[in-house]
């Protein structure tokens, strides 16, 4: 069966230091994977998704950045954090609901909440 | 444009009584539709969807939902509600890469 990790689960930090979130999925091969962030434990709002290796699409420019360096891998970062950017990420594949499901399902990891003093 | 509306955001229920969480879509052609539901600090869970077929999703946990096309909505329901329940629900609709979300509904289920 698949999982989703994210680490770390909690994350301090202070303004101006960068970040690195990291999001791995097991037990599939080539997946979509997507960061959220979700603001007041309320709406979400897609940051990025990726369709492959080294593919990035950015829904909100902002201040922070996503790699995929390997398949099933995907990283959040930030060269220098914002007070705006705490939250509570999420990391997200697209999967099949049972075996007769065509994949079109986002499944989500436990999340990092990040506070930005 | 794609959009998702969720009327409420808390929603009381006493146990053992019937629950409903309220979703209404706005989406042109035919919608894809989730829902999930979120435990506090934890990622979300997927509970059912709706792609097309029958009018009612069984999902996990005993919940179901019936899309209703003349009213656009997407109501999430479960005849009998457990304290373990409570949690925040929210309505989904979009396909793989662009999915938009409600901005969530509190449930409440009160002993």
């Known amino acids: 069966s698949q999982t989703i990790h994210q680490w770390p689960a909690t994350l301090v930090q202070p303004v101006g230091s960068p970040l690195s979130l990291e999001c791995t999925v097991e037990?599939?091969?080539?997946?979509?994977l997507y960061w959220y962030r979700q603001a007041a434990g309320r709406g979400l709002q897609l940051l990025f998704y990726?369709?492959?290796?080294?593919?990035i699409s950015s829904e909100v420019p902002q201040n922070l950045s996503a790699s995929r360096p390997q398949d099933r891998q995907f990283i959040l970062s930030s060269k220098k954090l914002l007070l705006s950017d705490s939250g509570f990420y999420l990391c997200?594949?697209?999967?099949?609901?049972?075996?007769?499901?065509?994949?079109?399902?986002?499944?989500f990891g436990p999340g990092t909440r990040l506070t930005v003093l | 444009a794609q959009s998702v509306a969720q009327p409420e955001d808390q929603v009381n229920v006493a146990e053992g009584n019937p629950l409903t969480v309220k979703c209404t879509y706005s989406?042109?052609?035919?919608?894809?539709l989730f829902w999930y539901v979120q435990y506090p600090n934890r990622g979300l869970q997927f509970l059912l969807k709706?792609?097309?077929?029958?009018?009612l999703v069984k999902g996990s946990y005993g919940f179901e939902a019936e899309f209703n096309k003349s009213q656009t909505s997407f109501h999430l329901k479960k005849p009998s509600a457990l304290v373990s329940d409570s949690a925040l629900y929210f309505c989904?609709?979009?396909?793989?890469?662009?999915?938009?979300f409600g901005t969530g509904t509190r449930l409440t289920v009160i002993p």
């Open positions: 997200a594949w697209l999967g099949a609901a049972d075996t007769k499901d065509i994949g079109d399902t986002q499944y």
């Open positions: 037990g599939t091969s080539n997946p979509n």
């Open positions: 990726s369709v492959g290796i080294g593919q």
């Open positions: 989406v042109s052609g035919n919608p894809y």
């Open positions: 709706y792609i097309t077929g029958d009018n």
């Open positions: 989904a609709s979009g396909g793989a890469n662009n999915l938009f």
